[in-house]
């Protein structure tokens, strides 16, 4: 079945980066989109990036822009999210997903998502 492993969360300071991995199983990866989102303490899931199945990207929301990097490596199944001059506010449960239908971003519903790895942004 469809399954994803996030990885690579953790606590970081104030401007620091991480890289987060999304591992993926159970369908053809490399023919599928890949979002990004997150999820902070009391508060929406929010969409964050997408990545198509040709490396297109689509930013759900502006923040991100110059911050966060999405991309993906198909020979390993695998995407990733790197995000550099981390603020408190990233702090919060990040996941990746896809939809069954193999639709593209950013036309795409998403219903097969991870269990997440937290994310948080200290001093």
């Known amino acids: 079945q469809v399954q994803f492993v996030e990885s690579g969360g953790g606590l970081v300071q104030p401007g620091g980066s991480l890289k987060l991995s999304c591992a993926a199983s159970?369908?053809?990866?490399?023919?599928?989109?890949i979002g990004w989102f997150r999820q902070a303490p009391g508060k929406e899931r929010e969409g964050l990036l997408c990545?198509?199945?040709?490396?297109?990207?689509?930013y759900y929301v502006d923040f991100v822009k110059g911050r966060f990097t999405i991309s993906r490596d198909n020979a390993k199944n695998t995407a990733y999210l790197q995000m550099n001059n981390l603020k408190h506010e990233d702090t919060a449960v990040y996941y990746c997903?896809?939809?069954?239908?193999?639709?593209?971003?950013?036309?795409?519903?998403?219903?097969?998502w991870g269990q997440g790895t937290q994310v948080t942004v200290s001093s």
């Open positions: 997903a896809t939809d069954r239908y193999g639709n593209e971003c950013p036309d795409i519903v998403y219903d097969y």
């Open positions: 990545i198509n199945s040709v490396g297109g990207k689509t």
């Open positions: 159970g369908f053809s990866f490399r023919d599928y989109s």
